[in-house]
């Protein structure tokens, strides 16, 4: 096995990875949005923790749109935190694959 087939192994897990990482944080994102439209119980541990981590995730677009419904601020705020998530994990990751 030649040095570089080793390398590109390495730059391709790495991808993956990255990839990975950043399909679970929008997915965490997108189930707190789904369990917020679905009035889940927020008493629950399971909910409070996707709350808590989406809230942490989310930190920089929480509340960055000021419409009037609620759910509308929920979806857009954390949405756009996915949606950013999404592309630059995909972007690095792409970027690792030419190396």
Known sequence: ???RTRNTRGTN?????VAIVADVLAFILGLWILMYLLDANRANDLVQFVHDTARWLAGWSHDL????AAWARVVAGYG????????????IAGRLRRY
């Open 80 to 91: 756009l935190a996915a949606i950013v998530y999404l592309l630059i994990g995909h972007a």
């Open 65 to 68: 749109f000021t419409f009037d």
């Open 13 to 17: 897990e790495a991808a993956r990875v």
């Open 1 to 3: 096995m030649s040095p």
